[in-house]
């Protein structure tokens, strides 16, 4: 009796993840962003394709570590092939910095328009194209009904969707399957050397649908998204001291 109540409470739980537009990775297509404990705070342990991401953004600083992080995860869901498309209010994007984070920037769309319901109607028909992986689209507000729109067109095509909230002072409810913060932090010197090390953030998932928010301190590398323990941090807190 117990096996059978619990199987049925599953089989629910899976039927609510789907009706809410959560589908688990198909057999293959599971990929891995070596975000490791992020992944394992959202349903299933895996990382949400399929789905709307909300990046929200309170300065420039905030906004450039956003691409940043955007980008690293481009540079998995594309590995395989396709194209991304890019819409833009502030034109700020440098293409060629792309290539830092393994994204050749010959495979993304760069459209640069005027108005937020620009960016939404380029949004929402980009969405729905099959043939694209990912839609990068940068906005100042979004509403939930604006937001439900495009959470649908993926349902339906399967492309991966990231907004980029330029004002971070109105944030209402949306349908985003999940809303970050990426703030930026100062990096690592590479071997004790001078200069600028590898790019580092602390990301903080505000919410997540039937997931679990965190905060974390990740790095980007040769080797992709490295997430740095509590106790190296802390480490390198006392060697600064």
């Given amino acids: 009796m117990a096996d059978a109540k619990r199987e049925l409470i599953n089989s629910l739980q899976k039927n609510i ?14 990929k891995q962003f070596g975000l490791k404990t992020i992944e394992a705070n959202f349903p299933n342990g895996v990382f949400p394709m399929r789905a709307v991401h909300e990046m929200v953004c309170a300065n420039t600083e905030q906004a450039t570590a956003s691409s940043g992080f955007i980008s690293g ?5 594309m590995q395989n092939g396709g194209a991304c498309l890019w819409i833009s209010l502030s034109g700020n994007m440098y293409p060629v910095a792309l290539k830092s984070f393994e994204v050749e920037p010959d495979r993304i769309i760069f459209i640069q328009v005027n108005k937020d319901k620009e960016v939404l109607w380029v949004m929402e028909e980009a969405l729905k194209c099959h043939g694209l992986i990912a839609v990068v689209g ?3 507000e979004l509403d939930f009904k604006q937001s439900r729109r495009l959470q649908l067109a993926v349902e339906q095509s399967g492309v991966t969707g990231f907004i980029l909230r330029n004002r971070s002072n109105k944030m209402g409810a949306t349908a985003c399957a999940a809303r970050w913060q990426i703030k930026p932090l100062a990096s690592e010197p590479i071997d004790g050397l001078p200069g600028l090390g590898f790019p580092r953030w602390q990301v903080e998932l505000l919410r997540v649908r039937n997931g679990k928010p965190g905060n974390w301190v990740i790095e980007w590398s040769d080797s992709g998204f490295t997430p740095i323990e509590k106790n190296i941090l802390e480490q390198q807190i006392q060697n600064v001291g």
């Fill in 138 to 140: 940068e906005l100042s």
């Fill in 17 to 30: 993840l789907q009706w809410e537009g959560y589908k688990p990775a198909a057999l293959g297509e599971r």
């Fill in 73 to 77: 995860l481009l540079s998995v869901l």
